[in-house]
């Protein structure tokens, strides 16, 4: 099976500040890697698809990167309303595996 | 517009089978590249991913779920159903389901529509 981490597990940041969150896959995924957004007592939002793809309607200061094994979601500049956990999920085997997620808390 | 909800027990026993109902809106089950998929979340901890099933009935389940799990669906009532056996106080989370979307060869699959999501709490 493949497996996800993510780092780090938390950050502390200020609203404009760029944000960065690594996902990396225990083997290689090619682009097959989604991106969500979820805050506390709410279903998770997807963000990215296929690594790089911005889903319709979420604003552009997120960015997806990343081929292969490692990947990474930017956030240009950290707005009030993206304090929220964030998770990796791999869709290469259709064994869709999630991340165990990234939590960005206000500095 | 797309809408999906979760229904079921709030609370089942230990060893009971849970079986929760996914009714969605907005979309067939039997449009190419559609899918409806289970994803389950403990209170305080990550994501997981349970089963998926295509408009084409083909059927994926978590491999260290899968002896527990049936994924199951009716399209002309717009439902999918997921049964999980031999529940455990463990199995007590937040089960959502999700529309799932291929986006094509190259860019794979997605949960792009969610539902709200149901508590389900195994306890004697």
């Known amino acids: 099976d493949i497996q996800m981490t993510q780092s780090p597990s938390s950050l502390s940041a200020s609203v404009g500040d760029r944000v960065t969150i690594t996902c990396r896959a225990s083997?290689?995924?090619?682009?097959?890697l989604n991106w969500y957004q979820q805050k506390p007592g709410k279903a998770p939002k997807l963000l990215i698809y296929a690594a790089s793809s911005l889903q319709s309607g979420v604003p552009s200061r997120f960015s997806g990167s990343g081929s292969g094994t490692d990947f990474t979601l930017t956030i240009s500049s950290l707005q009030p309303e993206d304090f929220a956990t964030y998770y990796c999920q791999q869709s290469y085997s259709t064994i869709f595996t999630f991340g165990p997620g990234t939590k960005v808390d206000i500095k | 517009q797309i809408t999906l909800k979760e229904s079921g027990p709030t609370l089942v026993k230990p060893t009971q089978t849970l079986t929760l109902t996914c009714t969605f809106s907005g979309f067939s089950l039997s449009t190419s590249g559609v899918g409806v998929g289970w994803i389950r979340q403990p209170p305080g901890k990550a994501l997981e991913w349970l089963a998926l099933i295509y408009w084409d009935d083909d059927k994926r389940y978590s491999p260290s779920l899968k002896s527990r799990l049936t994924i199951t669906k009716d399209t002309s009532k717009n439902q999918v159903v997921l049964t999980m056996t031999n529940m455990d106080p463990v199995d007590t989370a937040t089960y959502y389901c999700?529309?799932?979307?291929?986006?094509?060869?190259?860019?794979?699959?997605?949960?792009?529509?969610w539902g709200q999501g149901t508590m389900v709490t195994v306890s004697s």
């Open positions: 999700a529309h799932s979307i291929w986006f094509g060869e190259l860019l794979g699959d997605a949960f792009d529509i």
């Open positions: 083997q290689s995924i090619s682009s097959y």
